[in-house]
């Protein structure tokens, strides 16, 4: 088996499940019961420049919040696939779009409606407090828990490893 590092090289796609990946896995709830989703800025940053490095992004998410999706949306994610009951499809429908390979493509999720979907990709991984079953598959976990910089962490790897990290465009980015 190939060394990880070595396999971010053949990364040309990211996608990110959003609860307890993109965001924390505990919140508040409001006033009508749904819980208030949280957003990591360095994450925001992360996903900016990898976009304008040529990545393609993904959000594949079971849940609804017109507020997530427009954050995405404002950060440049083109591929939001909400409501999901089947991500493997959702997946599918990306590559399509994209004409990518899944062997290509870095998931990061962190329970078990995540478990399909990461089967089928190059690279299956998770945030720190993912559920035991999705850090067995996952071929890198972060350090970083779902919502606190695990989005950042394995961008950064990837662009790092394919000389894109730290670019001059990058220093003159602002955070989001």
């Known amino acids: ?80 696939y909400d409501k999901a009951r089947n991500k493997t499809e959702c997946l599918n429908t990306f590559l399509i779009k994209t004409g990518l390979e899944a062997k290509n493509v870095l998931f990061m999720g962190d329970d078990l409606v995540d478990f399909k979907v990461m089967n089928l990709v190059g690279i299956p991984t998770c945030p720190k407090d993912a559920v035991h079953e999705i850090k067995a598959i996952s071929k890198y976990i972060s350090d970083k828990n779902g919502g606190e910089g695990c989005v950042r962490d394995v961008i950064e790897q990837v662009l790092k490893s394919q000389g894109k990290w730290f670019t001059e465009e990058m220093l003159n980015e602002r955070a989001f």
């Open 1 to 80: 088996m190939p060394f990880f590092k070595e396999e971010l090289k053949e990364v040309k796609a990211f996608v990110f499940d959003v609860d307890g990946v993109l965001s924390k896995d505990t919140s508040p709830l409001n006033e009508d019961g749904d819980p208030v989703r949280t957003a990591n800025v360095k994450d925001g940053f992360a996903i900016r420049s990898a976009i304008k490095a040529g990545y393609p992004i993904a959000i594949i998410t079971g849940g609804f919040i017109e507020r997530v999706r427009l954050r995405y949306e404002k950060l440049g994610v083109e591929h939001f």
